[in-house]
């Protein structure tokens, strides 16, 4: 175990003194922080699009139960279609 621990005290004694892998290990830091802040607004963007997701269907199911109310159908005569593409 001890021979282990001076090996991984040599190789970490070299990587420090050796200028290529000290930039190496902070573009390897970069690239992770890059990583991280990119999860964290992927996460952002997903808890949005649930929020707006669960929006949507109580405003459709609103819309199912007014309509039901007025005892007004479905399409109305409207092309639901056109209005989508508006």
Same mark, same amino acid.
């Given at each position: 175990? *001890? ?6 005290? *040599? ?11 000290? *930039?190496?290990?902070? =573009? ?6 890059? =990583? ?16 707006? *997701? ?9 819309? =199912?139960?007014? =309509? ?19």
């Amino acid at each position: 175990m *001890q021979d282990k621990i001076n090996g991984l005290t *040599q190789d970490l004694q070299f990587y420090a003194r050796n200028s290529d892998m000290q *930039q190496c290990m902070q =573009r390897i830091e970069k690239l992770r922080e890059e =990583r991280d802040t990119k999860d964290g607004r992927i996460t952002e963007h997903l808890e949005m699009i649930n929020t707006v *997701q669960r929006q949507m269907e109580d405003l459709a199911a609103e819309n =199912r139960t007014l =309509r039901k109310m007025a005892a007004v159908p479905d399409n109305y005569g409207i092309d639901l279609a056109s209005i989508k593409l508006h």
